[in-house]
């Protein structure tokens, strides 16, 4: 199994950044796929998920209405949208699959 | 709100740690919490579901737990390799979220 964040990089507060996470090793449209972070010094925090099929997704209370969640089947890929983009943003993000395989994670500084 | 965990347990070599995790009857009370152990530098990796199952490869010095609304993470027999960030977590059926403890930093003297 394998998961590979890509899209990070430094931005400015107020825009917005798209996070991909491509997918290998398993049958990608059988899972369910996680986004978490973790700011710098600080413990891990859930995003968002989405389910196998893209039907239903979840956030966090503090994303909820910025960022978005979604998934291609087709590409083994899911993706994190991110607008209104803050300082409190600026963490590792990363991708997961049920909890029991992550990606490497990938750093997004929001910053001026 | 999130689970809450202590932030710092400290034991010895060959000693027993059991790191806890407390919730509500939404979260840990109603399906229980997988853990992560997450070293530093490195992903997290998950320890248990949470129906307190262990992945393949998980050493079988390590064990999870539910009482009530609390979870807890027992390692036995601590070696150098067991000094790491401990995180339980648990969907929580009144939020419909995922939510984390703030982490238990495990060292081992």
């Known amino acids: 199994v394998q998961l590979v964040e890509s899209g990070g990089g430094v931005v400015q507060p107020g825009r917005s950044l798209r996070l991909s996470c491509e997918a290998s090793?398993?049958?990608?449209?059988?899972?369910?796929l996680h986004w978490l972070r973790q700011a710098p010094g600080k413990g891990l925090e859930w995003v968002a998920v989405i389910t196998n099929d893209g039907s239903k997704k979840y956030y966090a209370e503090s994303v909820k209405g910025r960022f978005t969640i979604s998934r291609d089947n087709s590409k083994n890929t899911v993706y994190l949208q991110m607008n209104g983009l803050g300082v409190e943003d600026t963490a590792v993000y990363y991708c997961a699959k049920d909890f029991d395989d992550w990606g490497q994670g990938i750093l997004v500084t929001v910053s001026s | 709100a999130g689970l809450t965990q202590p932030p710092s347990v400290s034991k010895d070599l060959g000693q027993t740690a059991t790191l806890a995790c407390a919730g509500n009857s939404d979260n840990v009370g109603a399906e229980g919490a997988a853990w992560l152990q997450q070293r530093q530098g490195h992903p997290p990796k998950l320890l248990f579901y949470r129906n307190n199952n262990r992945p393949s490869g998980i050493s079988d010095r390590l064990s999870a737990s539910r009482s009530g609304n609390t979870a807890s993470l027992t390692i036995t027999g601590l070696q150098p390799e067991d000094e790491a960030d401990y995180y339980c977590?648990?969907?929580?059926?009144?939020?419909?979220?995922?939510?984390f403890g703030g982490g238990t930093k495990l060292t081992v003297l």
């Open positions: 090793g398993f049958i990608f449209s059988s899972h369910e």
């Open positions: 977590s648990a969907w929580d059926y009144g939020l419909s979220a995922w939510v």
